[in-house]
């Protein structure tokens, strides 16, 4: 669903009017912040697949420290891996890694181990790796990254849009109150419950997994 119909769908279900663009009254726009943080609260509950994405980094000799482009700085990481040398890339503490480039010797060679140091401009994550490169190696950061705000009425949503909407209503009941209707803990409740299952439903493709009932 997108941005608008998510709106929309949560409008409906309050019985009010729907809208053609989300802000189109302050009560629209209302729903859609509630909308935009029932999904940052769902996409923080679970590892999901459909946020997954792989951010590929080339060395250049001499330089140990990378810029993970497009990463922002809250994410998950599933996998690190040097496809040149056919490794896997192991995350190691701050201190260790702060220790092996400044108290080793300036040798470079194939990178195995890598931690997170800081942001860059743009807001990215930066990687310290060691060994230093040697020359050009490919490695791959297999990450789990939020989607941004959603913004434009034709954005749609990564996640499961029945969970978002689902949360985005019970956060609009706890703001208006009782009206006769669902009340909040029970639209609370349900969401729990369908968060829940579909945890439980994606976690059963992936064995590396450990399921939690939330």
């Known amino acids: 669903m997108t941005y608008l119909e998510l709106v929309n769908d949560v409008l409906a279900r309050l019985r009010e009017t729907t809208v053609s663009t989300v802000s189109?009254?302050?009560?629209?726009?209302?729903?859609?912040?509630?909308?935009?943080?029932?999904?940052?609260?769902i996409e923080d509950s679970y590892?999901?697949?459909?946020?997954?994405?792989?951010?590929?980094?080339?060395?250049?000799?001499?330089?140990?420290?990378?810029?993970?482009?497009?990463?922002?700085?809250?994410?998950?990481?599933?996998?690190?891996?040097?496809t040149t040398s056919l490794i896997g890339l192991r995350n190691i503490e701050f201190v260790d890694m702060n220790r092996k480039l400044n108290f080793s010797?300036?040798?470079?060679?194939?990178?195995?181990e890598f931690c997170f140091s800081g942001v860059d401009g743009s807001g990215d994550t930066k990687v310290?790796?060691?060994?230093?490169?040697?020359?050009?190696?490919?490695?791959?950061?297999?990450?789990?990254?939020?989607q941004a705000a959603l913004t434009a009425d034709g954005t749609s949503v990564k996640v499961l849009d029945y969970l978002v909407t689902q949360n985005a209503y019970a956060?609009?009941?706890?703001?208006?109150?009782?009206?006769?209707?669902?009340?909040?803990?029970?639209?609370y409740v349900l969401y729990k419950g369908m968060l829940s299952d579909a945890i439980a439903l994606e976690s059963t493709r992936y064995p590396e997994d450990n399921f939690v009932a939330v």
């Open 24 to 41: 189109e009254t302050t009560y629209s726009a209302l729903i859609g912040k509630f909308v935009n943080d029932a999904k940052r609260q």
């Open 47 to 82: 590892n999901w697949n459909c946020l997954a994405q792989t951010i590929t980094v080339t060395t250049t000799s001499g330089t140990s420290s990378y810029a993970l482009t497009g990463s922002g700085q809250k994410f998950r990481v599933n996998d690190a891996i040097n």
């Open 105 to 112: 010797a300036s040798s470079q060679s194939i990178p195995s």
């Open 128 to 146: 310290d790796l060691f060994p230093v490169p040697s020359g050009a190696f490919t490695l791959l950061f297999d990450l789990t990254i939020p």
């Open 171 to 187: 956060r609009a009941l706890m703001e208006r109150g009782e009206d006769g209707g669902t009340s909040t803990s029970d639209a």
